[in-house]
Every structure is written in structure tokens, then in C-alpha cells.
């Protein structure tokens, strides 16, 4: 029988868990005896209890769920690089690792879980075609990610976002205004009108125009030539510095005019692109927020600092880091789900079985046998 283990987080704040109890039923029926090390879930609000009453083996040594032949991680590898050392130096070769990697940002720490010999999954990896749709965890994690961003946005700007008709007068919405139309963009849009602000947003995609329109907001056109600006699987193309000049040009007085700007725009495995300069900044009026989701990457506006708020011209700055752990509840409800639909994609009989013609195995398979095997990887790190 295949032993499953699940592990407390080591990064520093991260308080989701990679398997809350509603789905270990599933992986038990499936042949695999889940080792659940003690207290993991307690930060998402998940009780030991409750996983024991689902089926797995509450232990309360780490090296034991540790020693699991198949773990599964919110956060490994180079999503996990410094706190994450001393769980691979207890790791034997063999042992399968699945969870976020951070693979295109920090390559060098899946070659450092490939020497190892560890075999490594990197969720983020997962090819976009709809046999993997219910195991996309990045779609999961960028849903929660864009709701927080609102509520942040909400808690910090000065005045309310609905309008509201009282005795003492009519005050105005709050005018939202979101970048990049991804799945947080799209989340920070629907959470934005539902809390009656009027919302505009913007993609170099033009294909997403529809989706933003659905959802009550308007699109803003933009005279780019931006054909060429979705890759495969729909993400977002890194564009030349000459096209992201004339954006700011064009976007400068749509944030000048806005309360709240929602920044969400990110090219994977790369620094996200600048597009909110100091200059539109100073235009926009004081007291107005800017939250800015692509941080970790450096940021959308050029004032950000990741992990901290700034203020500069009288306008609040975030640059909030992994927010779907301020949400752990249901961060980790739906990446569970996700991972474990990944985990029955691979297990046969209570045994993992590895169909590496399979684009979802393939697409996702980092490390093996002692080395790097993804291609693209291996590219960079040539």
C-alpha cells in the first residue's frame, strides 16, 4: 500500500494545508494510507479530530509523515527555498513530492530537490486543457487572491465603495479600475461590483473583453496591436518595452480617475511588467489605494515593496504577499480538491503509476531519477 503524508507548512505566515479532511475519504478509497502529521491543519481550522474521523493516521512525529513515499505540500521547493532545507535533507531518494515549486522563478532550487533524487510534481505546471481543469491550482489560489484584494482595497480606502442616498446626501461609488483580466482579475472584478463600486478594466488579451463585460464592468479600449500577447494555455506574452511605454501613455488617465487600482498582471516565470509609473500615482487623488497582486514578481507599479504598504503622494500602495493564506480555510478546501484530483490521475490500484505520454504527468514532472527532467527547465538552467 502506498503511504500518502501531509506535513505543517515550514514558510513563514503560510497557514493553508495541502489536504483538509473532506477529501481522504476519497484517497483511502483509492488504496492510499494517509499519514497526517499533528496540528497541520490547525492554522486553516481543520482539527486532528477530523482528520481521523475521515480515515488517515494522525502521527506525531514529522520525520514519520515525512518518511511517506508520496508527499504532498502547499509549498516546496523553490516556493519553499529557505525554509524548506530541512525537510529535503530527511527526504530519500525516490520519495514523489507534489505542491507548489515556484519551478520558472527559482530553477535552481528544483535542481537542488532533484540531486536529491526525489521526484518532483510542480502544480503550476499543469497544461491548460480540460481533462486538468480540476486539478489547476494556480486558478484556485489567483480566485481567492482577487477576492482579498478588494476587501483590502475596501478596508483602506477612506470612504466607502457603494453609492448610498441617506438624509445626509447622495455619496458617490468608489470607481475601481482592475489590471489584467486573469482569473484574479476577473475574481476582484465580480468582489468590486458586488460591493457596488463601478469597475473598468483592462487586458493586453482582447479575448477576455467578453468575461469582463459579463461580470458588469467596462472594458477599456486601448489602440494597441496586442495579437501576439496570449501564449498557450491562455497566459499573459511578455511584450517589448516599446508596447508596455505606450500602455502606461494610454492607461495614465483611467488610474488618474480611479479610487482603487487592482493590479494583476503577470507573465509566468518572469518580473511582471510595469505599467503604473510615480507620474500616475501623483495624478490620482489622495487617499485612493493601489493593491498590487504581482508583488512577488516585483510588482505592476513601480513604487511597490513587496510585503509592505507605502505611501507616496498621498496615495496607499500594497503589495500583499500570498494571500490566499489569509484565507486558509477555503484556499486549502480548494486546493485540496485539486491536489487530490491530481493524486487519483495517478494512483492505480493503490499504486502510482507514472504514464509519462500523459501530458498532465509530463507537463507537471520536474525531477527525476537524480536530475532535472523538464525541458524547459533544463533550458534555463543550462
Not at 497557514?15 to 478509497?29: D, E, G, H, N, Q
Request: negative net charge.
Amino acid at each position: 500500500m502506498t503511504i500518502l503524508g501531509i506535513v505543517r507548512e515550514s514558510y513563514p505566515g503560510e497557514r493553508r494545508v495541502a489536504l483538509v479532511p473532506t477529501v481522504i475519504p476519497s484517497l483511502v478509497k483509492a488504496g492510499l494510507e494517509v499519514l497526517f502529521e499533528t496540528q497541520a491543519g490547525l492554522a486553516a481550522g481543520f482539527a486532528d479530530a477530523q482528520y481521523a474521523e475521515k480515515g488517515a493516521r494522525v502521527v506525531g512525529s514529522r520525520d514519520e509523515a515525512l518518511a511517506a513515499d508520496v508527499l504532498v505540500r502547499v509549498r516546496a521547493a523553490g516556493a519553499d527555498a529557505q525554509c524548506g532545507t530541512a525537510d529535503l535533507e530527511r527526504l530519500r531518494p525516490g520519495q514523489i513530492v507534489v505542491g507548489l515549486c515556484d519551478p520558472l522563478g527559482d530553477p535552481r532550487a528544483i535542481a537542488a530537490w532533484a540531486a536529491r533524487g526525489v521526484t518532483l510534481f510542480a502544480l503550476e505546471l499543469l497544461p491548460r486543457i480540460t481533462r486538468a481543469q480540476s486539478m489547476d491550482v494556480l486558478s484556485s489560489m489567483a480566485t481567492v487572491a482577487g477576492y482579498r484584494a478588494v476587501l483590502l482595497a475596501a478596508m483602506t480606502l477612506p470612504r466607502m465603495f457603494p453609492m448610498l442616498m441617506t438624509a445626509a446626501g447622495t455619496l458617490t461609488p468608489a470607481r475601481v479600475f482592475v489590471v489584467g483580466a486573469g482569473v484574479a482579475g476577473l475574481q476582484a472584478i465580480a468582489t468590486a461590483r458586488r460591493l457596488g463600486a463601478v469597475v473598468s478594466a483592462y487586458d493586453v488579451r482582447p479575448a477576455v473583453k467578453e468575461q469582463v463585460q459579463s461580470l458588469g464592468a467596462r472594458f477599456v479600449e486601448m489602440p494597441l496591436e496586442s495579437s501576439q500577447a496570449e501564449a498557450a494555455g491562455g497566459y499573459a506574452r511578455a511584450m517589448d518595452e516599446d508596447f508596455y511605454r505606450r500602455q502606461r501613455e494610454l492607461m495614465h488617465r483611467v488610474v488618474a480617475e480611479s479610487d482603487v487600482v487592482i493590479a494583476t498582471a503577470a507573465v509566468p516565470g518572469q518580473r511582471a511588467p510595469v505599467l503604473v509609473t510615480e507620474a500616475m500615482v501623483a495624478a490620482m487623488a489622495p487617499g485612493s489605494v493601489i493593491v498590487d497582486l504581482a508583488a512577488e514578481r516585483g510588482g505592476n507599479c513601480e513604487l511597490t515593496q513587496p510585503g509592505q504598504t507605502v505611501v507616496r503622494h498621498g496615495v496607499s500602495i500594497l503589495g500583499p504577499l500570498n494571500l490566499p493564506a489569509e484565507v486558509p480555510d477555503h484556499a486549502s478546501q480548494m486546493y485540496a480538491k485539486n491536489v487530490t484530483n491530481f493524486l487519483l490521475h495517478l494512483v492505480n490500484d493503490g499504486q502510482v503509476r507514472l504514464d509519462l505520454e500523459d501530458p498532465i504527468v509530463a507537463e507537471t514532472l520536474v525531477a527525476r531519477d537524480g536530475r532535472v527532467v523538464h525541458p524547459r527547465l533544463i533550458e534555463m538552467l543550462a
